[in-house]
């Protein structure tokens, strides 16, 4: 990790001067400038007191590696199969459990159906994108096929099964994750 060039970047970001910032950390402008461009290396004690002058910490400066990911393949996909109730999940997004919502594309063989959620806090989505579905949720069932989309809360059980011939595919999305 080149961190001078980041300690530029969170500076200019706040449009603060190397003299602005040395001010702010009590440390001189050549000491600022040095570090910025690599020339010298900054004691954990100058480095925690020039983030803090800079308005973030030591975990959060280090924590960023780099920039946010925003377009996933084929090759960043995850997938679980399960034969005994006819699916197949694919995780699209890595490591989304750790974000607000979590997306999954669900495909389902004729007369299977994916594993019960159990009620939780949330919401989701889904959006039929080949085949007919039943919406389990509670005692009710709803029904959806290619090109509908649904939409509930997760305050009961619920599942999807596959109500059609051939498979059904669905991307399906919760917030927060659960799958």
Not at 59 to 69: C, N, P
Not at 119 to 125: I, K, L, N, S, Y
């Amino acid at each position: 990790m080149e961190i001078g060039k980041k300690i530029k970047r969170l500076r200019q970001e706040k449009y603060l001067t190397q003299d602005e910032l040395a001010s702010r950390c009590e440390l001189s402008k050549g000491f600022i400038s040095q570090v910025e461009r690599d020339l010298t290396s900054p004691s954990i004690a100058n480095l925690g007191d020039i983030l803090e002058g800079l308005g973030t910490n030591l975990k959060d400066f280090f924590s960023d590696d780099g920039e946010e990911k925003i377009v996933f393949d084929e090759n960043d996909a995850f997938e679980v199969i399960d034969s005994k109730l006819k699916y197949k999940v694919e995780w699209i997004i890595p490591n989304a459990q750790k974000n607000q919502m979590e997306p999954i594309l669900l495909t389902i063989e004729e007369g299977g159906r994916y594993k019960e959620e159990i009620a939780h806090d949330g919401q989701e989505f889904g959006y039929i994108l080949e085949g007919e579905i039943n919406i389990h949720l509670g005692d009710k069932i709803f029904k959806a096929k290619k090109g509908e989309s649904f939409y509930y809360s997760s305050g009961k059980n619920h599942y999807l099964s596959n109500c059609g011939k051939g498979i059904a595919k669905v991307l399906w999305v919760s917030n927060p994750p659960s799958f």
